[in-house]
């Protein structure tokens, strides 16, 4: 019967080598067809990609049945589409730590931009500036944004619980520099227009992250099981002590994943800071009193006035991106491992 | 020929809860009826629970019959919407009047649920000490050590984890899950000890041993267990009530409420004897 | 619902009025090969007992298997009860009839004194009737006539009182002697069939009741 004849796979294979030999070839053309024209490399690279598919999708279905090559096509499309999504991702790693491994050196972490012009130098005060500014809106957001999310889950009810959360999900889609203007007026309103402090800077950043922390640890807590609370409460323990030493530490985990992820997320704006947090080239330590610098804006101003000769601004630009980047990465690996760690006293399924 | 004694004659057939059973009750609950909101859940129940008895509570699902229990340590509170009108007496006090306060009320009422629940953050010792701990502030180390081996062994637990109290408490079977949640009830030491179908989650070995936990505990406690499981009821209690629904939206109500023996050999109401036998719809 | 169990229930009844059947006409038997001094009716009687018998465990194996695989509870708890120890009185009642038939051979080719035996053959009536009263009233779950096995017990205890007294006045030789005390065993044989009867009649009451109680005072 043809149906059967369609449906039921052959019994040669095409060799487990085979596509393989298909890819291999067609990037060897690649290779040697973009070095010998001037075609494109990555229209190339795609054409040949697509040839290589049509190659071995045929051959499979000349050997294996339809089936077997439509699962062959299928594979090979979703494993393509992945490396593309990858491919900007690791151009620019590449490109970042190639460009800033040039002053990823001791006096880019030791010196500031204090009475420098042109070469040397470092970045110590926008590196101090940055874990000042984010620490600081660490400090006012995570209370702020877990107290607001064990509100939203354990207490409320009603109008106002409706309307913190309609403000909350506001906040959370603010573009970041809303936020930067919305924290220099604020500060502008009691001490005049022109001020510059890092702790605007850090009012503007927790802004964004108090949202974020809200929603985390809101999910978090709704995960943990009311079987829980209600083992609690049966032994006649009141709510907020429920809360304090049965609910969160169950959730820690979570909530310190959910805090990590809104720090990763809001270490490397630019915009807020470049309106709160003015420029200067040494360090401060000091959120209350006059400027400071971050990284981000650091990178930014590098690249935007180099002076003359434009290398070592450039250079200086460059490490402070990579900079960022590993701060980004480390804290994003440490909230991976606290939820690794944590999970296994989480909740169990 | 064997000439049997003879028995009582036939006597007439009561709707009441019947009980002659000796010792005296423990919780009166008169005139209770529970509410979500304007839906009546429950209605008019009045119910004599005894002191150191095992009280099985049995009927089909939707009947009310978890909403009582929950009624009885104030938990169905927790539902928002929900209220209850008449008294529940514990000891002679109703646990419903304004003054009190619902948390007092399930330090002394305790439950145990379907799903073995212990705190995952914690160990086993620290589980079964969460009762203590999180209700007054400063206990020695060795009273401590002493309830929590005093309850392990009231849960029959005690030989099983006695090496590993340090241990988290997730790493149990799900018996022993169990009977660590009946520990921690018990270390605050109620006077009554509800329990939501214990062992619907077990397996039938720890549905057994939970049974034999349970004619254990009542010499201390007095004990309600909820369950849908009529073997369960017939083995494990001294008492039966069953709570029957007239239909679909109407509340549930007790129908009949007698000793175990008797609701299983020969109960009063029809609803019951089709409940018992299995005659159902 | 519980269609295995109640098609199990309905299982049993049915052997149960099987077996009383059966137990009606070893008794019919019985009584015929003593009316009629017939030995070999007397034999047939006395091997159709394993009838009887055979029916009488199937009744108890599936009793048992019953109560292990369907924990009946209340009614059916009490059916099975009740068809349990009614199985029992059958049975004893089928053993009683073995009795007389072995009692007739005993006494085989001795003339009998005819107002005895024809007394036996009213006695041995009623207990026929007693025994299809009994089980068609448990059948039927009829509590008064199975209270009305009491009357009827009653005649067969008079009647035996009577048989007594008249072998007793008899008196003659030894081998009338002989024949008179195995008439009388005869008589209380029947009388003793009666008495299982209304021990059906008690299990009907107790089945519907769920009270066990005795219909009368047994001591006399």
Partial sequence: MEIAAQALPRNRRVPSWGPWAVYAVALVLVVVLSRATDLNVALLAVVGAILAGAAVYLWSRALEGSRRAVDRAATLAVTSSFVVALVPLVSLLVTVIRRGAERFDVTFFTHSLRNVVGEGGGAVHAIVGTIIITGAAAVVSIPIGILTAVYLREYGRGKLAAAVTFFVDVTAGIPSIVAGLFAYALFALFLGPGIRLGIIGSVALAVLMIPIIVRSTEEILRIVPNSLREASYALGVPKWKTIVRVVLPTALGGIITGVMLAIARVVGETAPLLVTTGLITSVNTNPFAGRMMNLSVFAYFQYKTPGVPPEPYLARAWAAALTLIIIVLVLYFVARLVSLRYGRTEIQR | MVSRATAQPASEKSTENSMSVDGNSCIEVSDLNLYYGTFRAVADVNMTIPRHKATALIGASGCGKSTFLRSLNRMHELVPGARAEGTVELDGEDVYAPTVDPVAVRRRVGMVFQAPNPFPTMSIYDNVAAGLKLNRSKIKKSDLDDVVERSLRGANLWEEVKDRLGKSGMGLSGGQQQRLCIARAIAVEPEVLLMDEPASALDPISTLAIEDLVQELKQNYTIVIVTHNMQQASRASDITGFFNIDGAGQPGRLIEMDRTDKIFTNPANKATEDYVSGRFG | ?220
């Fill in chain 3, 1 to 220: 619902m519980r269609v295995t169990l109640q098609e199990d229930l309905d299982q049993l009844e049915a052997s149960l009025q099987e077996e009383g059947e059966l137990t009606r006409r070893a008794l019919r038997g019985a009584l015929n090969a003593l009316d009629q001094q017939d030995e070999e009716l007397a034999d047939e009687v006395i091997a159709f007992d394993d009838e009887v018998d055979a029916c009488y465990l199937r009744i108890e194996s599936g009793i048992q298997s019953l109560l292990a695989r369907q924990a009946p509870a209340a009614l059916d708890l009490r059916t099975v009860l009740a068809v349990l120890h009614v199985n029992l009185h059958l049975e004893r009642m089928a053993d009683y009839c073995v009795t007389v038939a072995k009692l007739t051979k005993l006494v085989a080719g001795v003339p009998p004194d005819q107002t005895i035996v024809d007394a036996f053959e009213e006695m041995g009536e009623r207990a026929e009737e007693m025994i299809r009263v009994a089980l068609e009233s448990f059948a039927a779950r009829d509590v008064e006539r199975a209270e009305s096995l009491v009357d009827l017990d009653e005649l067969i205890d008079r009647a035996n009182r009577r048989a007594v007294k008249q072998v007793i006045a008899s008196g003659g030789d030894e081998e009338r002697r002989e024949w008179g005390l195995r008439m009388i065993l005869v008589s209380r044989c029947l009388e003793r069939i009666g008495d299982h009867a209304v021990d059906i009649g008690e299990q009907t009451a107790f089945l519907v009741s769920g009270e066990f109680r005795e219909f009368t005072d047994a001591s006399h």
